[in-house]
């Protein structure tokens, strides 16, 4: 398995990765395109024989540039039950690029047990407890079409570069 920034030419394969991963939100090819791109440096390709089997869309808020955000978290089901989600978060959150993050932040609906089963592990691997409260909520941010989404927080410990 190799660990690895994403480039432009990784958007199509990051959408069709993410179109095989209900419940994920789709977002756009542009978008996709963007986060492989722009946000390279907080987003984390898995490939496994040259085909692409894990990804994690992340950035750190201009609004709140101490926090790292996770978007979105897919895993293909070529590569489920290996821990794959698990090594990519380690992978991200060792990056230079996350070096001076001291939060990690996500959201997450109620019923998307694999997801806070991932970050709840990554929380206990860290020695942090993990947070929730609503953030975006059904009826005032998805006008009743979209469940509420969780933030979950989590502070991260200072990670040593110098290696």
């Given at each position: 398995?190799?660990?690895?920034r ?13 179109a ?7 977002n ?16 984390v390709?898995?490939e ?14 201009p ?14 089901d070529a590569?489920?039950g ?62 009743g ?19």
């Amino acid at each position: 398995m190799v660990l690895r920034r994403p480039d432009a030419e990784d958007g199509p394969a990051v959408s069709a990765l993410i179109a095989s991963c209900p419940p994920l939100d789709g977002n756009s090819a542009y978008c996709n395109l963007l986060q492989c791109s722009d946000f390279a440096e907080t987003c984390v390709v898995a490939e496994r024989a040259g085909r692409m089997v894990g990804w994690i869309s992340g950035y750190r808020p201009p609004s709140n540039p101490e926090r790292l955000f996770v978007w979105q978290v897919a895993v293909s089901d070529a590569a489920r039950g290996e821990g794959l989600g698990s090594r990519m978060l380690d992978e991200l959150v060792a990056r230079p690029a996350a070096c001076d993050a001291r939060e990690l932040t996500t959201t997450i609906t109620e019923t998307n047990d694999a997801s806070w089963a991932l970050f709840e592990a990554f929380a206990r691997r860290h020695g942090a407890a993990l947070t929730r409260s609503p953030r975006f909520e059904r009826a005032a941010h998805f006008a009743g079409a979209h469940d509420t989404e969780w933030q979950a927080c989590i502070t991260l410990r200072p990670f040593d570069h110098s290696n």
